[in-house]
């Protein structure tokens, strides 16, 4: 029977299609390790980590030098008090070393320590004095642990570590979850600068595991087609790369969907993995899930919201931090040299699931944008969105969670609710773009139909932006291929018109000869 791609838990080889885990993390871990050194390692949910650490801990293991034992730490993350949860923790690490250790280096059970001032530093000391081999600890789940736990774990690790020429202590600690050691003091309760004291700030160095190269998904996606004789094309590899760079969890669930829930048994082209992206996102499947959750927190607000609103990417000091927390979420990445969203099927969620709310709201919409032969009667649908933004723009925007991005929210709302009857919509924005594209693509008439539409504001304070938004259309539809387009443009400003009076149009030209047709509202 062929193996699956996996989509929940660790890999396990004989039943998963797996690339080879260890070439997920950095090669000088096990420097680390015979350094004695106290280390982090961080990745987004459902990247490999565990499946990369867990192979970790086997390779120490198999050189027959240390005492390695991996270690999940999940069960304490609904304990709040100290004490029970640090019993959970020496508990879990404990069972850990009954299943990874000869009974001789088996530790002590956690009943031993019940009590103890430091638990977790009493069992931690004894167990390391009953071992004769250096003692490497990897402890998953560790910012699972509620705050006033997490601060004990690291703070009782940290003074180990620091007396371990006098007394005994595990050779080597590796804490890995999703955040990187700078939030495990905001987590704990304190500020979470860089600078600012650190229950745990004896680590060596914070490390990632990789992403799947674009070749790597070639290989995993190979196992499949040597165990079943089905072929990925070329031109769907390239797509899974596109939609995903790379991110484990997105290049495992479009292939498990299109053969697990599609049944598809030919060759596997673009058109398979665009239906499985667009069900992926319907079906709100747990990771997609746990990323839109995410937006309900300031500190990705602060960061995303710029890219949608078009701002032009200028960053103060403080705001690195929440840079860096998107960044260890997985939800950002540095791409052609600007920030960006990590991947395209992120870039879509998000303002998808923004736009969910002020979609809701959107009622009525009267079939005239679509014409007898099921084409798509661009005029009458914008004349109807100006219709809509005179008589609930003004409201929408004061309730608007994300103010400063919320004229494009309410857009892509009114245009999400069109194309779910028969199109998409391709968005491309990030930081230092300093507008947002749209490529509405219509399906359901005699022949596709392609609108390149640009959104720019109007701040209060700036000049009119229609100079830059035409230069800025006519690059997109150059790169589009397409010979017209749209530019909305928003007006915050004091002086804009009232609210009953915007929705004007007018006709412009690009510098390369392109009709640009250019509504302000």
Not at 261 to 285: C, M, N
Not at 465 to 489: F, K, S, T, W
Request: proline letters at 6%; a negative charge; glycine letters at 8%.
């Amino acid at each position: 029977m062929p193996r699956t791609f996996n989509t929940t838990g660790p890999n396990i080889e004989a039943l998963h299609y797996t690339l080879p885990p260890l070439g997920r993390i950095p090669a000088d871990v096990f420097d680390f390790v015979k350094a004695g050194n106290y280390f982090v390692l961080h990745a987004p949910r459902q990247s490999g980590k565990t499946t990369s650490m867990q192979a970790f801990a086997r390779a120490l293991r198999g050189t027959g030098q240390y005492a390695a034992v991996y270690a999940t730490l999940e069960e304490a993350r609904a304990t709040v008090a100290i004490d029970p949860a640090l019993r959970q923790v020496v508990d879990a690490i404990s069972r850990a070393s009954r299943a990874y250790l000869p009974p001789e280096e088996h530790a002590p059970k956690a009943d031993e320590f019940v009590g103890e001032a430091s638990m977790l530093s009493a069992f931690l000391t004894a167990w390391s004095r009953q071992v004769t081999r250096p003692l490497v600890l990897i402890l998953d789940e560790i910012d699972a642990l509620p705050a006033e736990p997490l601060m004990a774990v690291l703070g009782q690790l940290r003074a180990g570590y620091l007396t371990r020429g006098d007394t005994p202590f595990p050779h080597s600690v590796c804490l890995f979850g999703m955040r990187n050691i700078r939030d495990y003091k905001a987590a704990s309760g304190g500020s979470p600068r860089i600078g600012t004291a650190s229950p745990f700030n004896v680590s060596k160095r914070a490390i990632t595991v990789a992403y799947f190269t674009a070749k790597e998904i070639g290989d995993l996606y190979g196992q499949h087609t040597a165990e079943t004789g089905q072929r990925f094309t070329e031109a769907a590899l390239d797509r899974v790369w596109q939609l995903s760079r790379g991110q484990p969890f997105l290049v495992n669930a479009l292939a498990d969907w299109v053969i697990s829930r599609l049944h598809w048994t030919g060759p596997v082209d673009v058109a398979q993995i665009d239906a499985a992206k667009e069900q992926l996102i319907l079906d709100r499947v747990t990771h997609i899930d746990s990323l839109a959750a995410r937006l309900c927190e300031d500190r990705v607000r602060r960061v995303i919201e710029p890219m949608l609103a078009g701002d032009s990417g200028e960053r103060d000091d403080s705001d690195f931090a929440d840079v860096e927390y998107c960044r260890d979420l997985g939800l950002v990445a540095t791409i052609d040299g600007n920030l960006a969203v990590a991947n395209e099927i992120y870039r879509e969620v998000i303002p998808r699931e923004l736009a969910a709310h002020p979609q809701s709201k959107i009622h009525g919409l009267l079939p005239s944008w679509r014409r007898p032969d099921g084409s798509l009667d661009w005029p009458s649908l914008m004349a109807q969105f100006v219709e809509f933004w005179r008589e609930n723009g003004e409201w929408m925007l004061k309730r608007a969670h994300w103010p400063e991005a919320a004229h494009q929210i309410v857009f892509m709302a009114f245009l999400q609710k069109v194309v779910n009857g028969g199109g998409s919509i391709d968005r491309e924005y990030g930081l230092g773009r300093k507008r947002l594209d749209l490529l509405l693509c219509w399906s359901q008439g005699p022949a596709p139909q392609w609108i390149a539409i640009e959104l720019k504001l109007w701040r209060q304070g700036k000049k009119d932006p229609l100079a830059e938004g035409l230069l800025q259309i006519d690059e997109y539809l150059q790169r589009m291929a397409l010979g017209e387009g749209v530019l909305v443009i928003f007006d915050l400003r004091a002086e804009a018109l009232p609210w009953g009076e915007r929705g004007s149009k007018t006709a412009e030209v690009t510098a390369s000869g392109r009709g640009v047709e250019v509504w302000r509202l």
